[in-house]
Each structure stands twice: as C-alpha cells, then as structure tokens.
C-alpha cells in the first residue's frame, strides 16, 4: 500500500470545471484532508517462474482518493460536482446522466464531466492540484444538525495527460499528472492574495533581520 498523506490545518477547497476559465471556491475543510495514493503494478509471469513470481512487473500508473470534510460551502458549487460527477446531468442533484457518458472526453476535453480540484492551507499557503478528479465512490455525506451541516465528501483523481486538457491553461506538467504541488503563483493564485503574501513576506523578513520573534504561524513545525 502506498503511504498516506494528511494536510493539516484550515484548507481552502477549489475546483474548477472543463467549461469555466477561473477556480471557485467550494468550501474550507473541517480537519485534516486524507490523499491515498494508489500505485497500479502488473505481474508478468512465465512457466518457468510459476504463477505467482512475476519475470518482469509492469508499472501501470496510478490513481489517489482525497477525502475531507468541509464545515463551511457553497452548496450550489457542491451542486455543480455531484452533477458533474454522474455524467453532467442538468437536472435536480441526483439526476443522472446515460450509461456509457464519457467523464474525461478526451476527444473534446471542455465538455468533459471532471474537474480540477485545488487545495491552499490557510496558516501557510501550500497548495495542491489535481488537474482530473471526480466525487467518486460514496462521494457525498450531508449530515443535518441545528449548528451546522459537515460535507464529507470522497473524490478520486486520476492521471491527466497536459495535451487533452488544454482547456486548462495552468496545466503544465508533463505527459502524466495524478497531482502537483505548484509553489509558482500561476496556480488559482488570485493578485490580492499575491499582493497579501508579499506584505506577510516582507514583514517576516523584517522582523527576522531585527531578530523579532517569528510569528507562529510562520513557523515550520507542520509535516
């Protein structure tokens, strides 16, 4: 099994879909956000070796599950990907499209039905990007409660080839891409946050050469 991830602290959740230029933000997680890489391997085998020792292994790519749990949200963007998710039906949320509808589209990646997803921690800025992901498997829990209703939702992001999702103009990875962690601003990084980065950065370098103590929420304490 592959490790597993956990991404602490408040998370902004984005997702941007084929047939939109920009990212909306569709809620802030509740706790830490699970990525489960899964590594895909084929065994081939000969009479010589057995069944079960392969000769050779065959690496054949990989896909990972992300699951969080979001306290606050836009319930019509949460609409849009559960839409999205089952095939882009435009009707009611569980409306559902035909049997066989293609999710990636490949041949015409703007009227394909996953989307990008991205992940910025609030306390320091990192970010995660999934250029193909879907709500997949139980993809969606809405528990009621008189407070506050949590989403728990379940996705599943698999790899994207930057040459059929043109539609996305930040793609810049290679042939294959489950995930990026992108440290450049071209990544749903709108100007004000990156004129808000760029005072917090100037005023940590301040304090540093004036041997301030550090803010806490600068500190590298966080795995």
Request: one cysteine or more; hydrophobic letters at 40%; charged letters at 25%.
């Amino acid at each position: 099994m592959a490790r597993k991830f956990y991404i602490y602290g408040e998370t902004l959740v984005y997702v941007k879909f084929t047939d939109q230029g920009e990212f909306q933000e569709l809620g802030m997680s509740s706790s830490p956000i699970e990525v489960i890489p899964r590594f895909i391997h084929q065994d081939k085998t000969t009479d010589s070796l057995g069944p079960e020792i392969p000769v050779e292994i065959m690496w054949q790519l990989a896909d990972c599950r992300i699951a969080m749990n979001l306290i606050h949200y836009d319930d019509t963007i949460l609409q849009t990907c559960v839409r999205e998710s089952m095939g882009g039906k435009l009707a009611d949320l569980f409306g559902m499209a035909e049997p066989g509808t293609l999710m990636m589209n490949m041949a015409n990646p703007t009227k394909g039905h996953t989307m990008v997803l991205g992940l910025r921690t609030i306390r320091k800025s990192k970010r995660w990007r999934f250029p193909s992901a879907y709500l997949a498997g139980q993809p969606l829990e809405l528990p009621l409660g008189l407070d506050s209703s949590v989403a728990a939702l379940n996705w599943r992001a698999v790899p994207a080839m930057s040459r059929t999702y043109a539609y996305d103009a930040d793609f810049n990875a290679d042939d294959l891409a489950v995930w990026q962690r992108p440290t450049s601003a071209n990544f749903f990084y709108t100007q004000e946050e990156r004129d808000k980065d760029k005072a917090a950065e100037d005023s940590l370098r301040v304090d540093l050469e004036q041997g301030r103590e550090i803010p806490f929420e600068y500190r590298d304490d966080e795995n």
